[in-house]
């Protein structure tokens, strides 16, 4: 049996006097009735939310034919999802990841003479906690909704959803630890998640019985359709990865942790004052993610070539290939959610929006970076409106090839010659949409000239959290708009019109959306000065004050 050393046995022993201590601290200083108060407000808000706007969605219940090819082929597009999972968590062990200790215990704790997997075991276990609580929630909603297209009852949709959801973030943080424990090979373990993710998807999308590597946990998710005991290799695969991954914990880099501590505190800084910019720019860092040196193609220079596309074109040359291949992932599962909305499933609208939201931060690269240094901005002879204008020039530009490529995924999922006038009428302005939302989202980061977000600090806490969630939830909110002209081009197929007619009238209107949010970017400033000038001279008139 093996012995514990009198040094080691005290270690751990100040090591658990020491959390169990913060803990009290922590707990001491805790508003009980606040925090009750604050998870009732969570659990009605969201909660209630999220079965309001369900009952608000009448989706149509599958016949027996779509029913067969659910039971068929679902297994294969729901392990899609596990694949990713696996995907994400080998990277993010091989960046590092996933645990984010506090950094008085990377330098404290595991630089004493205790052993590291006595300090590091709990965090991962809260990890684990978390990850999973989140991925079944997640799960019980994504359930919840296909219940109302499926036959079977509420609950049991809503708990085999929330079982795949739990695997799924468990899969990603055992990964990880597992990823990171053992020091895989950066290539190798790339190299190898990649294999399995494609072969999933090779069985997802063709019409084969040959299955996939993950189909047991697909399979398991669509229980209430049919039940399979083989389907719980899927429970003990995650089990097993995540018990290694515990077991492997005292082997992890004390640089990475150190390095994703400082990371992520800023992060979560970051996340409380809403600022996504810098969100997406930690992220980066934490995945070590680094533009080129060099563009992947050189642009010969010309006094005839404005500096400013000029510039946008070669930091978009810059991206490296996985933010590349990212951004295609995201335009792909932005068109099959497409598809699946044409289908019947509505939610998938909210899907595709955020999915383009997201594409959409990524390709406005130029503006942000503008956005990011206000003080060379300002001293460039050129109103930021119009800067900022020209900023959108190059990103519009780069929109047609993904558009292109979204096009072709749902050509490939909906097989007919009108599917590519419909991808292509409804398509390319869902993708400006996304684009959009993320232009409103990196504009309104920009300095105000006007001081009024100082001023929002003197209004009223209601009026002050009222304003705050309007900014934060605007643009993802315009992102999903613009993935809306799907459902008309639906019920134009159904009530027997002209489907290119519907797609026509409703892209339209997104067109016109597009127009409204390029003049905001162009006068934004104008608009605010005149505003400020209008409410300063309607409260010298209220006060009988002489105008100036």
Request: aromatic share 8%; net charge positive; with cysteine.
């Given at each position: 049996?093996?012995t514990?050393?009198?040094?080691?046995?005290?270690?751990?022993?100040?090591?658990?006097?020491?959390?169990?201590?913060?803990?009290k601290?922590?707990?001491?200083?805790?508003?009980?009735?606040?925090?009750?108060?604050?998870?009732?407000?969570?659990?009605?808000?969201?909660?209630?939310?999220?079965?309001?706007?369900?009952?608000?969605?009448?989706d149509?219940?599958?016949?027996?034919?779509?029913?067969?090819?659910?039971?068929?082929?679902?297994?294969?597009?729901?392990?899609?999802?596990?694949?990713?999972?696996?995907?994400?968590?080998?990277?993010s062990?091989?960046?590092?990841?996933?645990?984010?200790?506090?950094?008085?215990?990377?330098?404290?704790l595991?630089?004493?003479?205790?052993?590291?997997?006595?300090?590091?075991?709990?965090?991962?276990?809260?990890?684990?906690?978390?990850?999973?609580?989140?991925?079944?929630?997640a799960?019980?909603?994504?359930?919840?909704?296909?219940?109302?297209?499926?036959?079977?009852?509420?609950?049991?949709?809503?708990?085999?959803?929330?079982?795949?959801?739990?695997?799924?973030?468990l899969?990603?943080?055992?990964?990880?630890?597992?990823?990171?424990?053992?020091?895989?090979?950066?290539l190798?373990?790339?190299?190898?998640?990649?294999?399995?993710?494609?072969?999933?998807?090779?069985?997802a999308?063709?019409?084969?019985?040959?299955?996939?590597?993950?189909?047991?946990?697909?399979s398991?998710?669509?229980?209430?359709?049919?039940?399979?005991?083989?389907?719980l290799?899927?429970?003990?695969?995650?089990?097993?990865?995540?018990?290694?991954?515990?077991?492997?914990?005292?082997?992890?880099?004390?640089e990475?942790?150190?390095?994703?501590?400082?990371?992520?505190?800023?992060?979560?800084?970051?996340?409380?004052?809403?600022?996504?910019?810098?969100?997406?720019?930690?992220?980066?860092?934490l995945?070590?993610?680094?533009?080129?040196k060099?563009?992947?193609?050189?642009?010969?220079?010309?006094?005839?070539?404005?500096?400013?596309?000029?510039?946008?074109?070669?930091?978009?040359?810059?991206?490296?290939?996985?933010?590349?291949?990212?951004?295609?992932?995201?335009?792909?599962?932005?068109?099959?959610?497409?598809?699946?909305?044409?289908?019947?499933?509505?939610?998938?609208?909210?899907?595709?929006?955020?999915c383009l939201?997201?594409?959409?931060?990524?390709?406005?690269?130029?503006?942000?970076?503008?956005?990011?240094?206000?003080?060379?901005?300002?001293?460039?002879?050129?109103?930021?409106?119009?800067?900022?204008?020209?900023?959108?020039?190059?990103?519009?530009?780069?929109?047609?090839p993904?558009?292109?490529?979204?096009?072709?995924?749902?050509?490939?999922?909906?097989?007919?010659?009108?599917?590519?006038?419909?991808?292509?009428?409804?398509?390319?302005?869902?993708?400006?949409?996304?684009?959009?939302?993320?232009?409103?989202?990196?504009?309104?980061?920009?300095?105000?000239?006007?001081?009024?977000?100082?001023?929002?600090?003197?209004?009223?806490?209601?009026?002050?959290?009222?304003?705050?969630?309007?900014?934060?939830?605007?643009?993802?909110?315009?992102?999903?708009?613009?993935?809306?002209?799907?459902?008309?081009?639906?019920?134009?197929?159904?009530?027997?019109?002209?489907?290119?007619?519907?797609?026509?009238?409703?892209?339209?209107?997104?067109?016109?959306?597009?127009?409204?949010?390029?003049?905001?970017?162009?006068?934004?400033?104008?608009?605010?000065?005149?505003?400020?000038?209008?409410?300063?001279?309607?409260k010298?008139?209220?006060?009988?004050?002489?105008?100036?």
């Amino acid at each position: 049996m093996k012995t514990v050393s009198p040094v080691n046995s005290l270690g751990l022993d100040a090591v658990a006097a020491l959390r169990t201590t913060r803990r009290k601290h922590r707990v001491e200083e805790m508003e009980w009735f606040e925090a009750l108060y604050r998870v009732y407000l969570a659990a009605i808000v969201i909660g209630g939310t999220i079965l309001f706007l369900s009952g608000l969605i009448k989706d149509t219940q599958l016949t027996p034919a779509e029913l067969t090819v659910v039971s068929q082929r679902g297994p294969h597009v729901l392990g899609v999802v596990i694949a990713v999972a696996l995907f994400i968590g080998i990277r993010s062990g091989n960046n590092g990841g996933p645990l984010a200790v506090e950094e008085a215990e990377v330098r404290h704790l595991l630089l004493a003479p205790v052993p590291h997997s006595s300090v590091l075991r709990r965090p991962a276990i809260q990890r684990l906690r978390s990850t999973a609580f989140s991925g079944a929630g997640a799960g019980a909603i994504a359930g919840q909704l296909a219940s109302r297209r499926l036959p079977g009852s509420f609950a049991s949709w809503a708990f085999y959803g929330a079982v795949f959801g739990l695997c799924a973030g468990l899969i990603v943080v055992g990964g990880a630890l597992l990823s990171h424990g053992l020091r895989f090979n950066k290539l190798a373990s790339s190299f190898v998640v990649t294999a399995l993710l494609a072969w999933q998807i090779a069985v997802a999308v063709q019409h084969t019985t040959f299955p996939g590597p993950f189909d047991a946990f697909g399979s398991m998710a669509l229980w209430p359709l049919h039940q399979e005991a083989i389907d719980l290799i899927a429970v003990f695969a995650t089990i097993v990865i995540c018990a290694s991954g515990i077991f492997t914990v005292g082997n992890l880099s004390l640089e990475a942790l150190s390095r994703r501590s400082s990371l992520v505190s800023q992060l979560r800084f970051a996340v409380t004052l809403q600022d996504l910019r810098t969100v997406v720019l930690l992220r980066r860092q934490l995945s070590q993610e680094q533009m080129r040196k060099s563009p992947w193609v050189t642009l010969k220079r010309s006094a005839k070539t404005s500096p400013i596309p000029r510039r946008g074109i070669q930091s978009l040359l810059k991206f490296p290939a996985r933010r590349v291949v990212r951004m295609q992932l995201l335009i792909a599962v932005a068109a099959m959610c497409q598809v699946w909305a044409y289908r019947g499933t509505t939610p998938a609208v909210v899907a595709s929006g955020l999915c383009l939201f997201v594409f959409g931060l990524e390709i406005i690269e130029p503006l942000s970076q503008e956005v990011d240094k206000p003080d060379r901005t300002d001293a460039i002879p050129i109103d930021r409106g119009e800067l900022m204008l020209r900023h959108l020039i190059v990103p519009t530009l780069f929109l047609l090839p993904f558009g292109a490529l979204g096009i072709l995924v749902a050509y490939l999922f909906e097989p007919e010659p009108i599917t590519l006038a419909i991808a292509l009428i409804v398509g390319l302005p869902a993708v400006g949409a996304g684009t959009a939302g993320a232009i409103i989202n990196a504009v309104k980061g920009a300095p105000d000239p006007l001081g009024q977000t100082n001023e929002r600090m003197f209004m009223p806490p209601e009026v002050a959290g009222m304003t705050t969630m309007t900014r934060a939830v605007w643009p993802p909110i315009v992102a999903i708009l613009g993935s809306l002209p799907i459902l008309a081009v639906r019920e134009g197929v159904e009530n027997g019109d002209n489907a290119v007619g519907a797609a026509l009238r409703t892209a339209i209107g997104v067109v016109l959306l597009l127009g409204f949010v390029g003049a905001w970017v162009r006068h934004r400033d104008a608009a605010r000065t005149w505003w400020k000038s209008f409410v300063d001279g309607g409260k010298q008139s209220a006060f009988g004050q002489p105008k100036k």
